[in-house]
């Protein structure tokens, strides 16, 4: 009893229960009739309207926006928390000089920024991706410095007997002690990421996931809502895995435990 | 080539507290001197001057006149503090980035053959037992082949059978490179089976560090803790000791 209790907890297919359940409660719900489908339309009308939407080439369109919004956000939204992140932290006059700025910048709520952006920059594409990269961001920006600020000193002082100098310590010793640190940022920056594309394509955008759920409910079709709900989970989701998978070879060497 | 070494009037302190000094000393090259003392009395400090990990306040360290170069030091500390991310053979040679690769891939082989562990090169630190890690530690102050090896305190969280082992590594390894060697250790037995010198400090509760006897065990090599001359001198040793 308890082996067959442990083999079913230990796959990795456990964490479809909770999926699985709402699912049921979801078909259990419509099909009763006790959640009305303007409300909540059941789960084969959801498919139907994924399957129309890839039959109609709208899928792939709408995918293809919105992914490539956020990998450019993500990018340069990663590559400046990098370059600032690594800088601050190599740096104590780096640090004095811009952290404080940082710091209360990322108080600012980042949709905040929106207005600014789409005065500066436009409607169109640049202030979207301006604002996924200040999403993605702080929690780079800060991870990395975290992670180098915490290094073991003791670490640092093998590096000082072996004659490193501050460049070398810090590309030697530093940047790879912080690397988990690192791969949680990116982590946290992309499901940021996804946040802020489809807040800046609900703000205005022709194309995109968050173009499919504002047309769903400036048109009344709660449908296409839930399939662009799903399509996010589903591509969040994956994004999140391949980050995880990528950054877990890079961090192999870590001793920690695993269950 | 092993260094003699000279140490005159060096003094620490921190925060205007005085911990350490006037050290004045020499050792002789080739020669393994252990520092042995008290938890606090300075010990510590005097190998991280030694190493440049401190600055002093005051004096010189030498080495035939001239000033101590650092890429003639090998440091091993207390813990193996090996880089978590690189493999063995990297953490072996790693200050050794700036040599042609064939000759480090050689001195790292040479390094790993003489601790006995020449085929782990490929293995990451957190598969390393205790005693392994340690070893390649040893290795990694030793790959460099300094003219001076400082060791603090490098055995002291292996149980009583690892240490007796790496003990003996460090002789061999001592025999093979004739490396110049500083130990610190609280351990009475391990002093007298690794010492040429011993230097007893005192110091601590306000008073700074220093050495307050120079001794040069007359005993034969090899030696064992069991020995019966070893006995007597251990008996001296926790004299001086027990006055600290």
New interface residues.
């Given amino acids: 009893m308890r082996r067959t209790a442990v083999l079913l907890t230990s796959g990795s297919l456990f964490g479809l229960a909770i999926p699985s359940f709402l699912l049921v409660a979801w078909l259990l719900g419509s099909a009763s009739g006790v959640v009305g489908a303007a409300i909540l339309p059941p789960p084969g009308q959801v498919v139907a309207t994924l399957l129309a939407m890839a039959d109609s080439g709208e899928l792939v369109q709408a995918l293809v926006a919105t992914v490539s919004r956020l990998a450019i956000g993500f990018l340069l939204g990663a590559l400046a928390g990098t370059v600032l992140g690594a800088l601050c932290g190599a740096s104590a006059l780096a640090r004095r000089l811009l952290d404080p700025s940082i710091q209360a910048l990322r108080s600012v709520p980042s949709l905040a920024w929106v207005p600014l952006f789409i005065l500066w920059l436009g409607i169109f594409e640049s202030s979207k991706i301006c604002l996924i990269a200040v999403g993605v961001f702080f929690p780079v920006y800060l991870n990395l410095l975290g992670g180098i600020a915490g290094v073991d000193r003791k670490l640092l002082e093998v590096g000082t007997v072996h004659g490193l100098s501050r460049a070398q310590a810090l590309l030697r010793i530093q940047l790879p002690a912080a690397l988990p640190s690192y791969v949680t940022g990116l982590r946290s920056g992309l499901g940021l990421g996804w946040m802020f594309v489809s807040a800046a394509e609900l703000l205005g955008a022709s194309s995109g996931l968050g173009f499919v759920l504002d047309d769903g409910e400036q048109t009344g079709r709660p449908e296409r809502i839930l399939a662009a709900i799903l399509l996010f989970g589903l591509c969040g989701k994956l994004s999140d895995v391949a980050l995880a998978a990528v950054g877990g070879r890079l961090v192999a060497w870590q001793d920690t435990v695993r269950r | 080539m092993a260094i003699a070494l000279q140490v005159a009037g060096l003094r620490k302190s921190y925060a205007d507290m005085p911990v350490l000094g006037p050290i004045d000393v020499g050792l002789a090259a080739g020669s393994i001197s252990v520092v042995i003392g008290r938890s606090g009395c300075g010990k510590t400090t005097l190998l991280r001057c030694l190493?440049?990990?401190e600055t002093p306040d005051a004096g010189s360290v030498t080495a035939g006149g001239a000033a101590l170069r650092?890429?003639s030091?090998?440091?091993v500390?207390q813990?193996p503090?090996l880089?978590?991310?690189?493999s063995v053979a990297r953490n072996v040679g790693?200050?050794l980035?700036a040599w042609d690769p064939e000759r480090r891939d050689r001195a790292v082989a040479a390094a790993l053959d003489r601790i006995g562990l020449p085929d782990a090169g490929q293995a990451?630190?957190?598969q390393l037992s205790g005693g392994m890690a340690q070893r390649v530690a040893l290795a990694r102050g030793l790959a460099p082949e300094p003219d001076l090896l400082l060791l603090d305190e490098p055995f002291s969280a292996l149980d009583p059978f690892t240490r007796a082992q790496m003990q003996e590594h460090l002789l061999h390894l001592h025999r093979a490179y004739g490396t110049t060697i500083v130990l610190i250790t609280h351990d009475m037995d391990e002093a007298l089976v690794l010492a040429d010198r011993i230097l007893v400090m005192r110091g601590g509760h306000g008073v700074p560090g220093h050495i307050a006897a120079d001794l040069a065990p007359a005993l034969a090599r090899p030696r064992r803790p069991a020995d019966p001359l070893l006995s007597n001198w251990r008996a001296s040793l926790a004299g001086l000791l027990s006055e600290s």
Avoid: S
Wanted: hydrophobic residues 45%; positive net charge.
């Fill in positions: 190493g440049g990990l650092r890429e030091v090998g440091y500390f813990e503090r880089m978590p991310w690189l790693f200050g980035a990451l630190p957190k």
